[in-house]
């Protein structure tokens, strides 16, 4: 029996590798972004660095609560259109951007895993803890995956997969591609057009315009883990940058302007104070209500989206949109 044990535990090394471990790198090379980000006005600060461990643990439990309807309807359509995908697809490699726990892309492998078709999977994650811990499950749940991970930014990440990874189902689900602006979508969208290859597919998970008290509940859900993960931020930056931020100083803010279709997450100052990052050389003053700009999530009209995804070298294939929640997957080809 041990040494069935120990023969599976074996198979399951084998089948995970590490192209990259360069997130200590991303990160400190992103400090100047931060100096830079807490001496502009208004303040801003990179809504990466909500995920670390604790912070990816508090999202989790964020999307659990029942005002956090994205994952849970997202999830809702991939079980009901997980064969329709793959159908539609084959059984390209999959590229994942922000892989997280990758509990939505089960639903994908065990599509694959029904066909008994083999799978070669790539997530990209800035969190190597996570993603440690994720390839391990899957490769345990998931005979026929092999897990090439990359703990690295999404840029870095995508230059990294080899030329010979084609076909390719690149996944870009949890509404990730609205935590951006517009400009950081097209460069975005670039990327991905020139890390693929004609035939090769993109499935965006999207959330739509619609009631802004919908909004408002997800981002302010009552057991508060969205304005904790968030503030999460300031607890990330004082590890990694030794800083002294005291983060009872600061609260969460959240406001849908439902004509930009843009919901603002920001963080107020709640006192005249100065924090200091040592290892950044960095000392920054704060106005009592000063606020810092940390994360954004666009809600698109499912149209003006189509139309950024054909500019952008992707023709969409199928579209399915929860009627209630008014959440969508997308499904597109490269061109």
């Given amino acids: 029996m041990q040494a069935q044990l120990q023969s599976l535990d074996t198979s399951i090394e084998r089948r995970i590798h590490f192209l990259l471990r360069s997130t200590e790198d991303a990160l400190e090379f992103d400090g100047p972004n931060v100096v830079e980000g807490l001496s502009s006005t208004p303040k801003r600060l990179s809504s990466v660095y909500v995920y670390d461990k604790r912070g990816t643990e508090l999202f989790e439990l ?6 956090y309807y994205l994952r849970r309807v997202e999830t ?16 390209p490699a999959i590229v994942e951007l922000g892989a997280g726990t990758a509990e939505k892309t089960r639903i994908l492998l065990a599509e694959y895993a029904s066909c008994g078709a083999h799978c070669d999977y790539f997530p990209i994650d800035v969190d190597l803890e996570t993603l440690a811990v994720c390839a391990r499950r899957l490769a345990s749940a998931f005979p026929l995956v092999s897990l090439h991970c990359l703990g690295t930014t999404y840029d870095k990440g995508l230059r990294a997969i080899p030329l010979h990874a084609s076909p390719k189902l690149f996944l870009f689900l949890g509404s990730s591609l609205g935590n951006m602006e517009w400009r950081e979508i097209d460069v975005l969208l670039s990327r991905l057009f020139e890390s693929g290859a004609h035939g ?27 304005p904790r993960s968030t503030l999460n931020i300031l607890h990330h930056l004082n590890q990694r940058y030794r800083g002294d931020f005291i983060v009872d100083n600061f609260r969460y803010r959240s406001r849908y302007d439902s004509r930009a279709k843009r919901n603002e997450v920001r963080i107020e100052s709640l006192e ?13 003053s704060f106005d009592a209500n000063e606020m810092i700009d ?16 054909d500019r952008a070298g992707f023709a969409m294939v199928r579209r399915w949109i929860d009627p209630v929640y008014r959440y969508g997957l997308f499904l597109l080809r490269h061109n």
């Fill in 62 to 67: 964020q999307c659990g609560t029942p005002e």
């Fill in 76 to 91: 809702r359509l991939l079980n009901s259109h997980a064969g329709d995908i793959v159908r539609q697809c084959g059984f």
């Fill in 200 to 226: 090769d597919y993109l499935l965006i998970g999207a959330d739509l315009d619609k009631d802004p008290m919908i909004i408002d509940r997800a981002y302010n859900d009552s057991s508060g883990y969205g």
């Fill in 272 to 284: 005249h104070q100065t924090v200091t990052l040592a290892s950044l050389a960095c000392t920054v």
């Fill in 294 to 309: 940390a994360e954004v999530m666009l809600k698109f009209d499912p149209d003006e989206l189509a139309a950024v995804l």
